[in-house]
């Protein structure tokens, strides 16, 4: 493309190959001393085992066993100028976690240069001493590299690490309102939960600027989950904890309740979202607990959990972070009908709402569980179908008719329509909503083909014009999905068999490369109706 031949030949004008070779060579000088100085750090012999697996510079020709070793602040400040430039190379990052964790060992033999880091080097879930673990300093790091490059997944990785860690290590690396190391004590724990709300707020106004500047950057959706998810399982601040509940909540794990799954704290068993963090990263993740201690652990082997001070959240509080959730994606599919990342996220609150809904209508007392009993079948199936409608009115009539060529809202519709579709067997209310979504379609053609009249009739383009193929695959999916309704006549099946041959006819002469899909489409449906 012409862009791309402007491209190259800026890169290969003299002054600016001239400018990149002193940058390249600046980068290696930097990449040369950071692993040099490591390299002293851990004595003559090569880096113990379990750090990565990085070698020792074998081009230095100092001896490194007369060199004194160099404080862990100097590979610090290297790692930070190199992540500036490239927040890239994810060893970076991992001398960065390595280093401020860092603590010499004291003499045990003959040898006193021994020295070992903490949470890389074993197992152990002992947190470290003396850390160098400031949680401000790494978000502020994170942020000025994820501004030079949105979309990194290590700074995005190191940042979710540094949230974690802070979180389940209440007297290391704290923050302005957070427990202090004079303030231990049994409810420091509890304190320090509290006090995590106002970085998570940051972090979600953080989540904003970044989709402002690319909405559809799905690190950041990815994150803001996250996000959410340590929201959610910093539990409540105010509702009291049930015995079940606190039964329940005892035996989890920090790292099964911070690691970003929402399963810990919905209690619901639709629509959850998977972990960001996994068990086996125990060691990478740095020194996050993997077992809860329990009293009999005499030895202080296992880290004290901050999972189980937590309080599970009130109804009332789930619904908001759902509620503010949801109204956060509508917002931004108004803004722009391609953000596929906005719908992903909102096909995975979609039974959240749900629940939430039949929730809060048990506790009103309204749909005939004033009793408190679960919603019964039909009341789920209703509340089901009227958010599905919601969907098809509120936001796919207005995507596909603004851009009906787009297919992300057609995934969500496709979604939609599987989604909403009772289990038993087509009802009434499902049935009504699939003929209006029928109707709507079918008006939709017609509006493209009036504009495709306009134009040049020869032009084939398979997603414009009356030739609008996501329109036509919606419409295929609708009418064969009635075609499995028990309600309607042999005079109206016929008529919409029918209208499915026409849709997969059309579909073959506009998209050719999918030609002999819809030839077998078309034979099963005569199959099925032999």
């Known amino acids: 493309s012409p862009q791309r031949s402007e491209y190259k030949s800026r890169l290969l004008h003299p002054e600016t190959a001239t400018k990149l070779a002193t940058k390249a060579q600046q980068w290696n000088h930097l990449s040369h001393e950071l692993l040099t100085q490591r390299r002293r750090l851990f004595g ?46 994810s060893h970076l990052w991992n001398i960065r976690r390595e280093m401020l964790f860092y603590v010499p060992v004291g003499p045990t033999s003959a040898n006193d240069d021994d020295v070992a880091v903490a949470g890389n080097l074993d197992n152990s879930n002992t947190p470290p001493k003396n850390s160098a673990f400031e949680v401000q300093t790494e978000l502020t790091l994170t942020a000025h590299c994820l501004m030079r490059n949105p979309k990194s997944y290590s700074a995005w990785y190191h940042r979710k690490w540094a949230l ?20 231990e004590g049994p409810d420091a724990p509890k304190v320090h939960l509290n006090s995590m709300g106002a970085i998570l707020q940051s972090e979600l106004d953080l989540c904003v600027q970044f989709l402002q500047l690319d909405e559809r950057n799905f690190h950041c959706w990815n994150y803001r989950r996250f996000v959410v998810a340590i929201l959610g399982s910093c539990g409540s601040t105010t509702s009291a904890c049930t015995a079940v ?74 619904a908001e972070i759902i509620r503010n959730e949801w109204d956060f994606t509508t917002s931004k599919i108004q803004d722009n009908f391609s953000n596929g990342s906005a719908f992903h996220y909102r096909s995975k609150l979609l039974p959240l709402v749900l629940e939430s809904r039949l929730s809060s209508t048990s506790d009103d007392g309204g749909g005939g569980s004033s009793d408190g009993n679960p919603p019964s079948a039909s009341e789920r199936c209703d509340a089901i179908q009227t958010l599905a409608r919601e969907e098809w009115e509120n936001i796919l009539l207005n ?41 709507s379609l079918r008006d939709l053609l017609e509006v493209e083909k009036e504009n495709d009249m306009v134009g040049n009739e020869e032009k084939k383009d398979e997603s414009k014009g009356a030739k609008c193929k996501w329109a036509y695959i919606g419409l295929h999916l609708v009418l064969s999905t009635l075609l499995e309704s028990d309600f309607m006549d042999e005079e109206e099946s016929a008529e919409v068999k029918e209208e499915v041959g026409e849709c997969l006819a059309e579909l073959m002469k506009i998209d050719l490369n999918r030609r002999e899909r819809y030839q077998n489409l078309a034979a099963e449906m005569a199959g099925n109706g032999a």
Request: proline residues 8%; aromatic residues 8%.
């Open 44 to 89: 003559p012999s090569s880096p113990p085992a379990g750090t990565n697996g990085i070698a020792a510079d074998a081009d230095v020709d100092v001896d490194a066993s007369v060199v004194a070793k160099p404080s862990p602040e100097i590979l610090l400040t290297l790692t930070e100028k190199m992540l500036s430039v490239n927040p890239d190379p």
């Open 399 to 439: 995507a596909i008719f603004t851009e009906p060529d787009d297919q992300t809202p057609w995934w969500y519709h496709r979604f939609v329509v599987s989604w909403a579709k009772p289990s038993h067997g087509l009802d009434d209310e499902y049935e009504s909503l699939l003929f209006e979504m029928a109707d």
């Open 164 to 183: 974690v860690y802070y979180l389940t290590h209440p007297t290391d690396g704290n923050v302005v309102g957070g427990p202090s190391s004079a303030e």
């Open 245 to 318: 509940q606190h039964a329940d909540m005892a035996v989890k794990s920090d790292l099964d309740l911070f690691n970003g799954t929402w399963s810990s704290w919905l209690n619901y068993s639709q629509g959850m979202m998977g972990a960001q963090l996994s068990q086996s990263a125990g060691s990478a993740v740095g020194i996050i607990p993997i077992h809860p201690k329990q009293d009999d652990d005499m030895d202080g082997t296992t880290a004290s959990c901050v999972a189980k001070h937590v309080t599970p959240l009130s109804e009332q509080e789930l």
